[in-house]
């Protein structure tokens, strides 16, 4: 499968955006599907993901509640979206995609095969 992600820009505090991610050559409601942002020097941390088997979301403990993970089987998509965005949420987000993973696994980067490119987002004044 190959995964595209789209939908960063730059946005003022307080503000929103939409991530896509836009999966081609495979059915993505048969993966289970992470976002991942990286700031430059720091590790790749998990943001959010579904656990295809139970349709259960998970997030990081900072993003309850202002980000929210969905997916459109009809346009083989998974989206996250982003309200209420602080500077600290300024990274470059990741999609990323894997049909055999555990749940144990679901939070580490590691556990996937499958990557879309990069989407920068900026939260400034």
């Known amino acids: 499968v190959q995964l595209q992600a789209s939908g960063g820009g730059l946005v003022q505090p307080g503000g929103s955006l939409r991530l896509s991610c836009a999966a081609s050559?495979?059915?993505?409601?048969?993966?289970?599907v992470a976002w991942f942002r990286q700031t430059p020097g720091k590790e790749r941390e998990f943001v959010s993901a579904?656990?295809?088997?139970?349709?259960?979301?998970y997030y990081k403990d900072d993003v309850k509640g202002r980000f929210t993970l969905s997916s459109d089987n009809t346009k083989n998509t998974v989206y996250l979206q982003m309200n209420n965005l602080k500077p600290e949420d300024t990274a470059v987000y990741s999609c990323a995609a894997d049909s055999r993973l555990i749940l144990s696994s679901l939070r580490s980067a590691a556990s996937y095969d499958y990557w879309g490119q990069g989407t920068q987002v900026t939260v400034s004044s």
């Open positions: 050559g495979g059915t993505l409601r048969t993966y289970h």
């Open positions: 579904i656990w295809r088997r139970s349709g259960n979301t």
